[in-house]
Structures are given as structure tokens and as C-alpha cells.
């Protein structure tokens, strides 16, 4: 058999093993180079997918091939970028002649870039995904979709795509907006009777870049307008990457045409930072701004602030300004003076009875039967939330979480927290369920 006929063969039958739209996203680029005695060699388009193949796909990918050819016992993944260069810019016509920077609107912010952009657990497949499609636009991850909480640095790394672009690239269109602002362009269009130049604008770019896409959420006018948008862009081998603050499906009155279009290339998540991601971007912030702050400074702030990075910058930008207005030294003492009211601001406490409200708002349940003994499926399900929330938004000991349901074992909780905490990694539904949650119980208006 030749070498593209065992791939094209084994490659068959991973697609069905695994989901399409994993199958889509890590396979689409494959093949098979060489078979050296037992060992095949497969070559992938970028390090990010060799590290994924390596660590999930190497058993399926072995198996399937040595069903095919049974000397095969053993794989490596070579990485082979594609060239040549993605795109070629689109011809101009009368509005598309605006060059780069007018093209942006100066709404790309010049210092987001990826060598600014300290990498560590949290971000490092979203930080990989971003470069490679900022090196191959159109090529690799279409639509490329990034998701996360507020302040992690989605839009840092969507505009870090776009500064490489301009300085690599510097003939292609590059349009960069918000999603809030795409909105408001194009109702301003329809009041101004210009939605054709909205259409023509943002249908012949080069790389469409839309940051906070979660606001087209219940706005079926442009969600009609982006969708045409998207295909128009997305046929032609565009580039099209978003930022959202959760995955596609979990955004609330989204057509169905349109969420799962944007599943359709790469989806990937950007987490809260760990502890030596957040000493690292300390470290890294001090270093731009020319200062060196004590180690154990460093320390106090990575321990106490943890929600995200913007917080993370506000809380050095405390320390900095306190000690210079108030002439001292920046020692530990008053580094934590600085932090006082703002370590309590940025902990602000969920009450409990919050999250029970709103489990049993959400779950159309009474407080008595959430309290209560009746284990049916309808109530034991929410209750399980009820501990996972309990325990991680309100930080609540096993033994309070107890009391606070209905005087429970302590045992009984971590039970109820561990079937979730296994539970979301595996259920899309619970995943939005917690997030939507989680969103109630912070939401001003609730
Ligand atoms: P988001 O768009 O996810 O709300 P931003 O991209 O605006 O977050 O990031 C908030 C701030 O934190 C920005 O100033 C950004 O430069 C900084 N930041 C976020 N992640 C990183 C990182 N990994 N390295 C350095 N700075 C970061
Ligand atoms: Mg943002």
C-alpha cells in the first residue's frame, strides 16, 4: 500500500474513534512521511499539534496504522510547517485600498504582542494557536475562537496576531474590532442607509479579527449581518479569529447557524493563571517598567491575587504609586499596606445564600426540597452543584457546606463536589450550567 493510501485509510477510521470536530481541528493536516522498519513517521503542521498528538493521539494513531500494516508498532510526529505564505492580499478595489493602519482604526493596540505576552500553563495552547495563525493566516485554524475569563489576556493575544500581521505581512487587510463596536457600525449603517460599504468593508479583509464576540448575543440583526460576514470571509480562506467570554455554545441567544460555525476550526480556553504564571508576569511587568521589586513582594501579590491579570497589574501599579506618593521604601510592610482595601475588594465574598437562591431560581426547585432529604434525580443533581459552588465560589469548608444543606456529613460533600468537578470536564451542558451559575451569582442585578 502506498504511503497516502495507509494515511488516507487510517485516517478514515480516526474519524470515526474520535469527534469531528476534534478529528477536523488536529488531523486535517497530516501525513504520513516515511515507515522505517516499525516505526511511522507523521508529519504535523505546527509544534502545538505534534505535543497533542503526541500526548493523545500516539496510542490511536499506532493501533490504527498497525491494523493496516502490522509491522507498524510505533509512531513519531515530525513537524513540517506549510508553506508558502497563506494569503495573498485581496486586489483592491475602491474601499479596500485603505492601508493597514487606517484599516484597524487605530483600534489595535501596538503593544500587545506576543513577546510581551508571559506564557505559562493557563494560556500556553491559546498563546500556540495564536502564533500559528498569525504565521499561516487562513491556513491552519479557521475560525480560530479563544475563550476565557476577563482579564486573562484574550485581548492581548488577538491583537498580538494582529501587530505580527502588519509588521509580516504588511499587505494584508487586517480589521480588528470589538464586537460591541461592529454592532453599533452596523445599525449606524442602517440609520446612515450605508450598510452597503459595512458590507463591503468588512467582507474583503484579509484577516478579520472580533474580540468579545458574547455580544451578539440577542442582537438577531447583525448576528444575520455577521453570519454572511463570516461565510463570505471563511469560503475565501480568510482568516477569522474571536474572543468570547465562554465557548460557543454557552452564549445564550446565539443561532445555532452561528455557534457552531464557530466550533468549526480551533476552539481553545485560556484559565486562570497559576501561582508561578503569576510571579512570572509580576516579574515580567516590573521588568517593563524598570523596577525590581523583593521576591517576597512578589510572592505576597501572586498569593493574593489570583482572580486574573488585570487585577494582577492593578495591584503592582497600587504598590508602585502608594510608595512613591507616599515617599517610602517598597518594602513587604508596605506593599501589603498599598494591597489592603483592594486585596479585600478584589475577594469580595459571595454570600452563600446567594449561590442556594440562585441553584434553586435556576433549577426551579424550592429551598426545603434543596435542603431536604428526597433524593430524586430532579434534586440530587442541583444539590451537587449547590456544593461544587458552594466549595469553589464561596470557598466554603466541606463541614460549613454541610451545615449551610440541611446538616449534612462532611463525606457526603465531597462526594457531591467531586461528581461535578469530574463531571464538567466531561459535559458540555454542565459546563454552561456552572457558567451561567457562576455568572448569576456575581451579576449586580440578581
Ligand atoms: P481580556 O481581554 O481577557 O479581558 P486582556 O487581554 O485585556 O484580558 O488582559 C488584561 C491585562 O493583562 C492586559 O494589560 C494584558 O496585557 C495583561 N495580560 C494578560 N495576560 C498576560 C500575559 N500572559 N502576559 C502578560 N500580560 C498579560
Ligand atoms: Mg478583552
Same mark, same amino acid.
Given at each position: ?119 505559562? *500553563? $493557563? #494560556? =500556553? ?14 491556513? /491552519?485554524?479557521?475560525? !480560530? ?89 471563511? *469560503? $475565501? #480562506? =480568510? ?14 441567544? /446565539?443561532?445555532?447557524? !452561528? ?188
Amino acid at each position: 500500500m502506498e504511503l497516502s493510501e495507509l494515511w488516507q485509510a487510517t485516517l478514515g477510521e480516526i474519524e470515526v474513534e474520535i469527534s469531528p470536530p476534534n478529528f477536523h481541528t488536529w488531523f486535517k493536516h497530516t501525513t504520513l512521511k516515511e515507515v522505517n522498519g516499525d516505526t511511522a513517521r507523521v508529519a504535523v503542521p505546527s509544534d502545538f499539534i505534534k505535543e497533542k498528538m503526541v500526548n493523545e493521539y500516539r496510542r490511536v494513531v499506532t493501533s490504527v496504522l498497525h491494523k493496516h500494516a502490522d509491522h507498524i508498532t510505533g509512531v513519531d510526529f515530525v513537524v513540517q510547517t506549510i508553506a508558502p505564505p497563506a494569503l495573498q492580499p485581496i486586489v483592491s478595489g475602491p474601499v479596500v485600498s485603505i492601508n493597514n493602519t487606517s484599516n484597524t482604526n487605530g483600534r489595535l493596540k501596538s503593544d500587545y504582542t506576543f513577546d510581551n505576552f508571559v506564557v505559562g *500553563q $493557563s #494560556n =500556553r495552547f491559546a498563546f500556540a494557536a495564536c502564533k500559528n495563525v498569525a504565521e499561516n493566516p487562513g491556513k /491552519l485554524h479557521n475560525p !480560530l475562537y479563544i475563550y476565557g475569563g476577563v482579564g486573562l489576556g484574550k485581548t492581548h493575544l488577538i491583537s498580538a496576531i494582529g501587530n505580527h500581521i502588519l509588521r509580516n505581512a504588511p499587505k494584508l487587510k487586517i480589521s480588528y474590532v470589538s464586537c460591541e463596536d461592529f454592532t453599533n457600525e452596523f445599525i449606524q449603517s442602517l440609520q446612515l442607509k450605508t450598510v452597503d460599504s459595512f458590507k463591503h468593508k468588512y467582507r474583503n479583509v484579509d484577516v478579520f479579527l472580533v474580540d468579545d464576540i458574547q455580544f451578539l448575543a440577542r442582537k438577531e440583526g447583525t448576528q444575520e449581518e455577521f453570519f454572511h460576514t463570516f461565510n463570505a470571509l471563511h *469560503q $475565501s #480562506n =480568510r482568516q477569522i479569529v474571536m474572543t468570547a467570554d465562554r465557548m460557543p455554545k454557552a452564549i445564550s441567544d /446565539l443561532e445555532e447557524r !452561528l455557534s457552531s460555525r464557530f466550533g468549526m476550526g480551533m476552539v481553545t480556553d485560556i484559565q486562570t493563571p497559576n501561582t508561578e504564571t503569576r510571579q512570572a508576569i509580576i516579574l515580567a511587568k516590573c521588568a517593563e517598567r524598570g523596577i525590581t521589586l523583593d521576591g517576597d513582594i512578589v510572592d505576597y501579590v501572586a498569593n493574593h491575587v489570583k482572580s486574573n491579570i488585570r487585577e494582577l497589574e492593578g495591584a503592582l501599579n497600587r504598590i508602585i504609586g502608594y510608595c512613591q506618593l507616599n515617599r517610602l521604601e517598597t518594602t513587604l510592610d508596605n506593599a501589603v499596606k498599598a494591597l489592603e482595601s483592594f486585596v479585600d475588594q478584589n475577594q469580595m465574598k459571595v454570600e452563600p445564600e446567594r449561590v442556594v437562591e440562585a441553584i434553586c431560581r435556576f433549577f426551579g426547585v424550592s429551598r426545603e426540597d434543596l435542603m431536604g432529604k428526597k433524593r430524586s434525580k430532579e434534586l440530587v443533581y442541583p444539590r451537587h452543584i449547590a456544593m461544587y459552588l458552594l466549595r469553589n465560589e464561596v470557598n466554603m469548608s466541606y463541614p460549613q457546606i454541610g451545615n449551610l444543606l440541611g446538616d449534612r456529613d462532611h463525606t457526603t460533600i465531597m462526594h457531591g463536589f467531586g461528581v461535578i468537578n469530574r463531571g464538567i470536564s466531561q459535559s458540555d451542558t454542565l459546563q454552561t450550567e456552572i457558567t451561567h451559575l457562576k455568572e448569576l451569582i456575581t451579576s449586580p442585578n440578581f
